[in-house]
């Protein structure tokens, strides 16, 4: 089946200049969770992506059958087209949706910089996996969901209430051979790190800040849990975020990436 998106759950794209962003959503969650820094991101002029990732954002049948494989073939083509119509790309990304700008970095030295909510790169343990594999082999096919952990009170995730088990083993299997090439990630990056977080902790930041080459700044909320572009530290996360980008596209502007914009 495919149901109908759900209403908020839409992707978002804004045309504005030369330089783009590319905005990535995690796991059994969609656009909702970062449509605000999206669209404060789109307010500075920039063109902005923000799409939908295969499965999510419908019904979680529809999430059942998908794998990484999946959701790097969206990510790639979102940034193919956005790279296509803009002279530079920043990625910004939540969760599994950092999973997958890491990779795009890893893929793609061009990307300016890269800015990372409460990532997921450190590879889960083997001993899980082995547990979700056991009840998965008793043909339950989805655990209970990881969606909307907000410190917040009143504010909600639209993500779904449960996670496919299969889908989330091919997801520990693509952090596998993300983690194993952060090394080639070069351009700046600006990591925001909850200091309690449930779904992802925050030793998986620690992986990201000891094995990546470029120049990393970490910035700790203090007040949020997973989902912080939801949370209390939301101003925050958008305002570093905005300085962020704008700096690295900004520097891409002076060393000749941009010119003009784009028609």
């Keep these: 089946m495919v149901a109908p998106v759900l209403p908020g759950a839409e992707p978002f794209t804004h045309d504005g200049d030369a330089r783009g962003v590319l ?8 656009p909702q969770s970062m449509r605000p820094l999206a669209q404060a991101v789109a307010a500075e002029g920039y063109t902005v992506e923000l799409p939908l990732l295969p499965g999510h954002g419908t019904a979680l049948e529809d999430m059942i059958p998908t794998r990484w494989s999946d959701y790097v073939a969206a990510a790639e083509a979102a940034y193919s087209d956005l790279a296509r119509r803009c002279d530079a790309v920043a990625v910004v990304a939540l969760s599994m949706g950092a999973t997958l700008a890491c990779r ?47 410190a ?12 496919p088990i299969e889908a989330a083993l091919s997801l520990f299997a693509g952090i596998d051979e993300v983690a ?3 090394g080639r990630i070069t351009c700046p990056v600006l990591l925001l790190s909850s200091r309690q977080d449930h779904v992802v902790p925050s030793s998986s ?44 596209l900004s520097s891409a502007s002076a060393g000749g990436m941009v010119a003009g914009t784009a028609g």
């Design 180 to 182: 194993a090439e952060l």
């Design 104 to 150: 795009l970095a890893e893929h793609h030295p061009e990307i300016v910089g890269m800015v990372v909510v409460n990532p997921f790169v450190d590879p889960p343990a083997e001993s899980f996996r082995e547990v979700l594999q056991g009840i998965l082999d008793t043909g339950t096919e989805v655990a209970p969901g990881v969606g909307s952990d907000i």
């Design 205 to 248: 930041g620690d992986v990201l800040v000891e094995k990546v080459s470029g120049p990393i700044e970490r910035v700790w909320l203090e007040r949020s849990y997973h989902v912080a572009t939801l949370d209390y530290d939301a101003e925050l996360v958008v305002s570093r975020t905005v300085e962020f980008v704008g700096d690295v």
């Design 152 to 163: 917040k009170e009143g504010s909600v995730e639209l993500a779904y209430l449960g996670s």
């Design 23 to 30: 905005v990535l959503h995690g796991f059994t969650g969609n």
